[in-house]
């Protein structure tokens, strides 16, 4: 590819979280969102969250290649909560989540978001990709009762994995976490910088250069 053509960037993920987080970087990206049915046949919490992030870009990916889409850099993402090796998804309802909610009371618990970056320029081979994912660890202390009631009154734990968002109401049952706040809201924000600078070739650039290889359309 040449210095000159740039990517348009396209971030799979209807999450409001990931577009605020991802819009701080201030470079230009539009939304596309992947219709697969979130399953992995991986067995480890990562490995079944780095499945899902690159089964979510690469579907999309595809879509742009049948459409002949060119010059196109696709970044989705799956966070997982995750109990002692048990992964809690989002609940079911208001019941199912005050369960999840009392079983993370005064207990530690890991916050694993996997990252999938996918690049088609020409055609499908010449198309590539990378994943990772970053892990924090957070610690819940014992929650209290009207706390937790006025909370799930909110109706803010339905639609996040594990019943609860760290940038939300349910700040108050955490008492600290290990390792990076964006990973816990959903995107790892530090980790993602690092790994597109590498993707795109600007492994040390610091000036800004990287920024500019996005253009609107």
């Not at 002692?84 to 005064?106: C, F, Q, T, V, Y």
């Not at 909370?151 to 600290?176: C, E, N, P, V, W």
Request: charged share 30%; proline share 3%; with cysteine.
């Amino acid at each position: 590819m040449k210095i000159t053509d740039n990517y348009r960037l396209v971030l799979g993920s209807k999450s409001p979280r990931r577009k605020e987080l991802l819009g701080w970087l201030q470079i230009p990206f539009v939304i596309e969102i992947s219709s697969i049915e979130e399953k992995s046949m991986e067995i480890s919490p990562q490995k079944i969250a780095e499945d899902i992030a690159k089964q979510k870009g690469q579907d999309i990916l595809q879509k742009l290649i049948r459409d002949n889409e060119k010059y196109q850099l696709v970044v989705s993402a799956d966070t997982i909560v995750c109990l002692e090796n048990e992964i809690l998804g989002k609940p079911r309802d208001i019941g199912d989540a005050k369960n999840m909610l009392l079983r993370l009371s005064d207990r530690d618990h890991d916050v694993i978001t996997a990252v999938y970056i996918g690049k088609y320029e020409q055609n499908i081979k010449d198309s590539c990709y990378k994943v990772f994912s970053c892990k924090t660890k957070v610690h819940f202390k014992k929650i209290d009762k009207d706390l937790l009631q006025n909370y799930l009154d909110s109706g803010d734990s339905l639609d996040k994995a594990g019943a609860y968002g760290i940038q939300g109401q349910s700040l108050t049952f955490i008492d600290r976490i290990e390792g990076s706040y964006s990973n816990v809201v959903g995107f790892p924000l530090d980790m993602f910088i690092d790994e597109l600078k590498n993707f795109l070739g600007y492994p040390k650039e610091s000036t800004g250069q990287w920024r500019k290889r996005f253009r609107l359309s």
